[in-house]
């Protein structure tokens, strides 16, 4: 009889090996990958369209939306930096060098475009710490009102924003639009080299040369601040240096709860 039991405790635990390394290795593998190399959740709501225009100039610009940490269209988990995704067009009859993208934020400092996701991660850690000891109600999860409350039509309405959003965009423009949280969602996120890719995919890569006529599509990224002022884009050209700047009122809420003079 106890020779029955020792056998079939011996045949159970052949059985269930397979399982129990399976079920080791995932153990082992959660507890040692580091949230800031994973991907976001699959409940992560798509991108939110924005679509507002710069001011005319000639260099037509378009804030397409806007994408921060934990929010719609969030491709990375603890993305400690803000996207701002551009459709840019020369609308001259000479090519344009775009220059640089910067970023006002509510104090007035002004802050470029960042071409490193790490470097990004620190300023940002930093500025956090940094408006927290200023008194600051700073959350980095925070959206921008706009953002987190789109279906309100008079929040549309007084931000200017496209109401056909997506397919007014693909239709102004000459390229397509990338596919944000969509084509990297299988992508192994706890791979930082993967991470750094991908960045490098959706940045507007600078200096930027656009001739005329041509349209491009991408994003800026900076380090995460509440309640941006401004969005400024510069250039040179044979007819001489230019900027245009978008005010950004609507991105109020963004990073801070509460109200941020």
Same mark, same amino acid.
């Given at each position: 009889?106890?020779? *029955?039991?020792?056998?079939?405790?011996?045949?159970?635990?052949?059985?269930?090996?397979?399982?129990?390394?399976?079920?080791?290795?995932?153990?082992?593998?959660?507890?040692?990958?580091?949230?800031?190399?994973?991907?976001?959740? %699959?409940?992560?709501?798509? =991108?939110?369209?924005?679509?507002?225009?710069?001011?005319?100039?000639?260099? &037509?610009?378009?804030?397409?939306?806007? =994408?921060?940490?934990?929010?719609?269209?969030?491709?990375?988990? &603890?993305?400690?930096?803000?996207?701002?995704?551009?459709? +840019?067009?020369?609308?001259?009859?000479?090519?344009?060098?775009?220059?640089?993208?910067?970023? +006002?934020?509510?104090?007035?400092?002004?802050?470029?475009?960042?071409?490193?996701?790490?470097?990004? &991660?620190?300023?940002?850690?930093?500025?956090?710490?940094?408006?927290?000891?200023?008194?600051?109600?700073?959350?980095?999860?925070?959206?921008?009102?706009? =953002?987190?409350?789109?279906?309100?039509?008079?929040?549309?309405?007084?931000?200017? =924003?496209?109401?056909?959003?997506?397919?007014?965009?693909?239709?102004?423009?000459?390229?397509?639009?990338?596919?944000?949280?969509?084509?990297?969602?299988?992508? *192994?996120?706890?791979?930082?080299?993967?991470?750094?890719?991908?960045?490098?995919? $959706?940045?507007?890569?600078?200096?930027?040369?656009?001739?005329?006529? &041509?349209? $491009?599509?991408?994003?800026?990224?900076?380090? +995460?601040?509440?309640?941006?002022?401004?969005?400024?884009?510069?250039?040179?050209?044979?007819?001489?240096?230019? %900027?245009?700047?978008?005010?950004?009122?609507?991105?109020?809420?963004?990073?801070?709860?509460?109200?941020?003079?």
């Amino acid at each position: 009889m106890a020779r *029955n039991a020792q056998y079939a405790n011996h045949h159970f635990l052949l059985r269930s090996a397979p399982s129990l390394l399976l079920a080791a290795t995932v153990f082992l593998v959660s507890a040692c990958v580091s949230p800031k190399y994973e991907r976001v959740d %699959k409940s992560t709501p798509p =991108i939110q369209p924005l679509n507002v225009k710069f001011p005319s100039s000639m260099l &037509e610009g378009r804030l397409y939306s806007e =994408i921060s940490d934990g929010g719609p269209g969030s491709w990375k988990r &603890e993305a400690y930096w803000d996207e701002y995704v551009l459709i +840019m067009r020369n609308d001259g009859a000479k090519a344009l060098d775009i220059s640089s993208a910067t970023l +006002m934020d509510h104090a007035g400092a002004v802050r470029p475009a960042g071409s490193d996701p790490w470097a990004l &991660e620190r300023e940002s850690k930093t500025l956090e710490k940094r408006y927290k000891d200023d008194g600051i109600a700073f959350s980095r999860m925070a959206a921008p009102r706009v =953002i987190a409350s789109a279906a309100e039509p008079t929040v549309v309405a007084s931000a200017g =924003i496209g109401t056909a959003g997506a397919a007014t965009a693909a239709t102004l423009t000459a390229v397509a639009i990338p596919v944000y949280g969509l084509t990297v969602f299988g992508i *192994n996120m706890h791979n930082k080299a993967a991470i750094k890719k991908e960045f490098d995919r $959706r940045r507007m890569q600078l200096p930027l040369t656009l001739g005329p006529g &041509e349209t $491009r599509a991408g994003s800026f990224f900076f380090p +995460m601040v509440p309640n941006p002022r401004s969005l400024t884009v510069r250039w040179t050209g044979s007819a001489g240096d230019g %900027k245009t700047t978008l005010e950004l009122p609507f991105l109020q809420g963004l990073h801070v709860t509460g109200d941020l003079r």
